[in-house]
């Protein structure tokens, strides 16, 4: 459990998170585990790349949520809406879904509206 690696030592933590990770490792029997190299490095990107004008941490946006979930969209859509807010629509087409995102401030702080 995720909450429980809090509680350990700095040793202890990086054994426990390893073998955390080892449980999704799509091939266990190497050293390396490309399902956790991704997920941090969606961690990575959602922080600089989604925090805004207002410089809030990436992490806690919706872009940032939806990125770390799923990874980069297949397809990205920009256009204004009736109002001139700006709309972003992300496309995955492997899970045949969308995400729609739309910045009411103008500030880069897109809140999802759809998805």
């Known amino acids: 459990k995720v909450s429980n690696l809090l509680d350990e030592d700095e040793e202890d933590y990086q054994r426990e998170l390893h073998k955390f990770w080892k449980q999704y490792d799509p091939t266990p029997d190497t050293e390396y585990n490309e399902l956790m190299e991704a997920y941090y490095s969606r961690i990575d990107y959602a922080a600089l790349e989604f925090s805004g004008i207002s410089k809030n941490n990436g992490l806690s946006t919706d872009r940032g ?51």
């Open 65 to 115: 949520k939806i990125y770390i979930q799923h990874g980069k969209p297949d397809n990205i859509e920009r256009a204004s809406d009736t109002r001139g807010y700006v709309v972003e629509t992300w496309i995955y087409k492997n899970l045949n879904h969308r995400f729609v995102f739309v910045d009411k401030q103008g500030t880069g702080n897109f809140i999802l509206i759809e998805g």
